[in-house]
């Protein structure tokens, strides 16, 4: 999730959000997912793109949602095109440092159901 948040860091989530289910596009989430898409599973942090009702596209390196571009920190590092309209209880996650990120364009949509927490803010280190 660099440059948002770094290996090694400790974040404060609300397990309560996740219950109510208050995600925006932006948000980020602790996602219960499985390992190296197998039985195993574990805990990844990635921001929300996109979620229900959606449409999304990657074009060329660029992700739109709702047929609008994302801000240009996206840009470029996006590979493959891919074009999908969310369900109702579907998110589209990634990491901040996409190219180097095991996301949504890995093994799909997420599950509201599979939203452990929402990060709400960094409190170790104090200091970057």
Do not use: C, W
Not at 56 to 66: A, K, S, T
């Amino acid at each position: 999730m660099e440059p948002a948040l770094n290996h090694g860091e400790r974040v404060f989530v609300s397990r309560a959000l996740a219950f109510i289910g208050g995600y925006d596009r932006g948000d980020i989430v602790m996602v219960l997912v499985r390992a190296d898409y197998g039985e195993n599973q574990r805990f990844i942090i990635k921001r929300i793109i996109a979620g229900p009702g959606d449409e999304l596209q990657i074009e060329r390196g660029i992700i739109f949602v709702n047929n609008e571009a994302m801000n240009s920190s996206v840009e470029n590092f996006v590979s493959g095109d891919l074009s999908l309209i969310l369900g109702e209880s579907q998110y589209f996650i990634m990491g901040d440092n996409s190219a180097y990120s095991v996301d949504s364009r890995n093994f799909g949509t997420v599950d509201k159901s599979d939203i452990a927490a929402r990060v709400l803010f960094r409190f170790f280190p104090v200091i970057r």
